[in-house]
Each structure stands twice: as C-alpha cells, then as structure tokens.
C-alpha cells in the first residue's frame, strides 16, 4: 500500500439529520472533535448552520486545537429563481468571505431540493447561479465545486439532469463534487459517471446505498468504494474525499455514526488500495 495522494474528511450532515439540525445546533466543536477522535484530517460543515464557530478566528483556533482542516464548507441555498435572491447573494457571499480566510478550501455548492416541476427552465436557471457564484469565488481566491443530489423532489438527480447540467457548468470557475450515494440513488453506476466527467472533479463525497429504500451505514451497502477509491488514486486525485454517512444510525447516534466510518475508511478500505 503506497500513500494515498488525497485525504479523508467527514461532512456534518450527519449530526443534521437528527431532528432537522435542532438537537445539534450550534455544536460545531463538539463535531470537530468527533471527527478528529474518528481519525479524519477534514470537517465539511454546512455554513448556515455553523453557530458560533462562523467566526473564522474562533473556527481557526477550534480547527488547530484538534489538527483539522477545513475542508470545505456546504452552501446550501434554494436558488429557485432565475437569479439570486438579495439574501442568497448576501449569504454566498459571506461564505465566500469565510472561505479566503482558508486557503485550499472548497466551497461546496448544493441546491436545497424544492420539486422537479418546470425543469428544463430551473435547470438552466441553477446553472446561471452557480457559475455566478462560482466566478465571485473565483475572484476572491475560493475554489467551488457543484454537488448534486437524489431526493424525489431534486432536479440533480436523473442522469439527464447530470447531463443537462454538468455539460453546462463553467470549468474554468467550478468543478464537480460526485456524491456516489446520491448517484447510486438515482441509478446510475458511481465509477462510470466519475469517468465520464473527470475532467470537471475536484472535490468527492462518499456515502453508501444499499437500496432499502437508501442509504446504509458505510461498508454495509452495495458502493465499491475500493473501486472508486482505487480509481481516484490512479488518476492522481488530490482533492479531498468527504465522508457523509446519512444511514439510519445517524438519526439516533451521529457521534456513533461517524466514529465507525472513521475506522472502516482506515481499517478496510486505505489497506486494499494499491
């Protein structure tokens, strides 16, 4: 086994999960501290709901206290018109403002899933936003990466919305973030899309699927995250790959949740990759 040119973080979502972020709010430090116990080097938070440590001095002092980085930071906004709202822009901004104070990392761009009516225009319409947002990080020295995702109700999900989508995002501003859970979910192979779109992949997140109806503790689903992994190391990925356990356990025991993925990632899956 020969030192693997990317590094292992570990998204909040999970501690999200749990009553609609409600019982974890404003406890951004205590997931720090999970995630380092976990052996993870990164934390992706969500930035509307990083409380106190939104203070990049306080994040920083947080960060360094446990060894971790800050791998990047998920905005997740509506982006339901054919513009930015004046308080979308207010809050991208503000993250990308966050972001510089980071150097390397990434601002993960998400759209909060609100229905698939109308698709051919809000396609088109969350395409113009992120590339505008992207180009404004661009500015300020941040690196974006768009991430789709598969609920009933996204317009992310379905290989023409991949397609449609990711053929019209502005390479020279963003990249892709393949989630392989969400891309599973929306039955589609997660190696042959990565493939298929290398060129725009310069952040990954990790999730496994198991079908029943989604997604399952990491290593207990039907992802071949050896593949993937294995595949990423061949290319000479050297993004990050984040870790987003949104099994079933997560709703009862995230702290749980994220300590297993830490182990199984350094346990079973780093020892098989070449």
Known sequence: MSKLPFRFGAEVYTWFMSNNGETYKGQLGHMIEVISKAGF????????????????????????????????????????GTEETAEEKEIADNAIRLLSQFPGSVLCTVQIPTGRHDLENRRKNLVNIVNKVSKRAADQGVISSFHPNSPHTSITRTEEDYRVILEELDSSVTGWCPDVGHIINGDMDPLEKMKEYRSLINHVHYKDWDGNPEFTLMGKGKVDFVGITQWLKDIGFDGWIICEDEGQEALDDPDFVTLHDGKWVHEQLIPKIK
């Open 41 to 80: 080097t990164g934390i992706q938070p969500i930035f509307t709901w990083m409380g106190p440590l939104s203070d990049p001095q306080l994040l920083a002092d947080k960060l360094h206290e446990q060894q971790i980085d800050l791998a990047a930071v998920a905005l997740a906004l509506d982006w339901n």
